[in-house]
C-alpha cells in the first residue's frame, strides 16, 4: 500500500501547489449545469493527476470528476476529485483541496486529502489509522447533539427538486450547537476525522466527493452510514458521518426529515 499512497500523496501536492499559485489569477470558467462550475485549474489539475497515476500504474482504471476514462477491467481504481470546492476557488475564496482515493474490488483501500491553503495532508489507509501530516487522528466525544458542531452542502438542483437538505438543515440548526456549509465535502468528512467537526450529512453526492473522506472518519474512530443507518457505499449519494456518539440522534433528524413521504 506504500507504493500506492506516496503516489497519491505526489499527485495531491503537485496539483495542490498548482491551485494555490493560481489561485487568484484569471480563471476561464465553463457551466456543467446552470450553476455547477468548472474551471482549466480543474482540467489543468486532473491531467495532472491522471498522468501521475498512470505513470506509476498503467494498467489500473480511472474515475474522476471532469473526464470519462475508459475502464480498463482491473481490480484496482482511483477515484479522483481533482479540485473540490470549486465555486469557492472560481470566487477567490481558499477553501478547496485535492481527493485522491484507491478503490480494490470494490473496497477504498486508501485516501489522500490535500488542503493547499493551509498545507494540510490528510492521509488514511484502510486499517491503518488516519492521520494529519504525519499526526495521528482521533474523532471528537462531544456529545450529545445539543453540544456539537456539523457541517453539510446543498445540491446543484436545490431551487428545483424536493431534496434539496433545506428541511434537514432547518432542524439541525435548531438541535445542534451550530451548522457550518462551507463548500468542499471532502474537506467536512477530513475535518470530522480530525475532531474540528462532530458530525456531517448531505445528499446528492458522487463518488470522488466522499470516497477519501469517509475513509478517514472510519479509520479516526468515527461512524459512516447512509441517511437511516444503512451500511454505507460511495456509491450512495446519501451520508451521514459523526464521532459516532452522536450518530444516532442525527440518523433521527434525518429518517424524519429527508426520507419522508412527500
Known amino acids: ?3 500506492y499512497l506516496e503516489t497519491a500523496v505526489r499527485a495531491a501536492r503537485a496539483a495542490g501547489a ?15 449545469g446552470e450553476i455547477n462550475l468548472v474551471t482549466e485549474v480543474d482540467k ?12 506509476d500504474f498503467p494498467d489500473h482504471d480511472i474515475l474522476a470528476e471532469e473526464n470519462d476514462y475508459a475502464a480498463v477491467g482491473k481490480p484496482c481504481k482511483w477515484i479522483i476529485d481533482p479540485l473540490d470546492g470549486t465555486t469557492n476557488y472560481a470566487h477567490g475564496f481558499p477553501w478547496f483541496c485535492v481527493s485522491i482515493a484507491l478503490e480494490m474490488a470494490g473496497v477504498v483501500q486508501l485516501g489522500v ?3 493547499p491553503m493551509m498545507d494540510e495532508l490528510f492521509t488514511a489507509v484502510k486499517g491503518e489509522g488516519a492521520f494529519l501530516n504525519g499526526r495521528r487522528l482521533s474523532v471528537s466525544s462531544r456529545k450529545p447533539l445539543k453540544n456539537c458542531l456539523l457541517a453539510t452542502g446543498f ?7 424536493n431534496e434539496n437538505n433545506f428541511a434537514n438543515f432547518t ?8 451548522v457550518r456549509r462551507f463548500g468542499a465535502a471532502a474537506l467536512d468528512l477530513a475535518y470530522v476525522a480530525a475532531g474540528r467537526l462532530d458530525g456531517y450529512w448531505e ?5 470522488w466527493d466522499v470516497a477519501v473522506g469517509q475513509l478517514l472518519v472510519t479509520e479516526a474512530g468515527g461512524r459512516v452510514t447512509g441517511h437511516a443507518g444503512e451500511p454505507y457505499s460511495v456509491y450512495n449519494h446519501r451520508i451521514c458521518a459523526s464521532n459516532g456518539h452522536i450518530h444516532k440522534e442525527m440518523e433521527e433528524v434525518l ?4 426520507l419522508a413521504p412527500r
Open 203 to 207: 445528499c446528492k453526492l458522487k463518488p
Open 18 to 32: 498548482m491551485q494555490k499559485d493560481r489561485l487568484w489569477s484569471h480563471h476561464d470558467i465553463e457551466f456543467k
Open 1 to 3: 500500500m506504500q507504493t
Open 44 to 55: 489543468a489539475c486532473e491531467a495532472l493527476i491522471v498522468q501521475t497515476i498512470r505513470a
Open 113 to 115: 486529502i490535500y488542503h
Open 255 to 258: 429518517v424524519k426529515t429527508t
Open 155 to 161: 445540491p446543484y438542483d436545490r431551487t428545483w427538486e
Open 171 to 178: 432542524t439541525f440548526q435548531m438541535t445542534a450547537r451550530a
